[in-house]
């Protein structure tokens, strides 16, 4: 007879299993999707049993939902070491570009995967839950910053396609290994400052 | 304490989840339950009070579904 799986939640909770999980369900999203995800593919991929997944999941959606939010909460966790949002203007941006390319340069599948569940219907909900304190934040720098005239004042679309777009661009060239002529690209602090030095030059009143 | 108890079952259609759903929601010891019919294995997730699996597989199985444990 099989062993029954019975076993309350608190004894059999074995982070390391959960970790897999979170880990592989990571990879298989950004390498073939939400919809190549099953969790018989993840059981195999996790090396963990569909029993042992479906103890801390109820099923697919809410595998990723989870994982998702945990993601959210690490990245916005990441982007807002040493950040004050009384900072003054340059030193906050600094700051947010530093904490941002740390957080792609270390973490770059985690990174594509909440790019990925940002433009899925499961992003709505993770994201305005994680996403709250994150743009109180956000908007209480800005707001601070426009005050002491450190920022000009702009829509907050226009300032994030200034203040961030550029660093994204960078991150997305680095990611492809190179850049819109095809020629090689490497990410570097030289080019990250350069680009930002360019960024707070055109923010700045 | 709560428990979590797996099994496998071939609750496809939303007729027979109707039906599963009116047995599960029977029982007492259930605090919570959902079918992922998307699996291959269209897994029964219980979060119930008792540990004892067989009270729901045989109510399951009396109204003749299919319903084994899901093995670790």
Known sequence: MNVHLYLPIMRIKDEQKIDAIHEKAVETIVKYGFDGLSMQKLAKAANVSPATIYIYFKDRDDLIQQVATKEAAKMVEASLKGFDATMPFAEGLTIQWKNRAKYWLKHPQQAKFLEQVRHSPVGEEVYSKVKKEFSLVMSEFVKGAVKRRELIKLPIEVYWAVAFAPFYQLVKFHDDGKSMSGQPFKWSDAYMNQTLKLVIKALTP | ?72
């Open chain 2, 1 to 72: 304490m709560k428990h979590v108890l797996i099994f496998k079952t071939n609750v496809e259609s939303e007729e027979q989840l109707q039906q599963a759903a009116l047995l599960l929601d029977a029982n007492g010891s259930i605090l919570k339950w959902n079918i992922d019919r998307e699996d291959i294995d269209r897994v029964l997730r219980i979060e119930s009070t008792l540990a004892n699996m067989y009270d729901i597989m045989k109510v399951m199985v009396d109204a003749g579904f299919l319903c084994e444990e899901l093995t670790d």
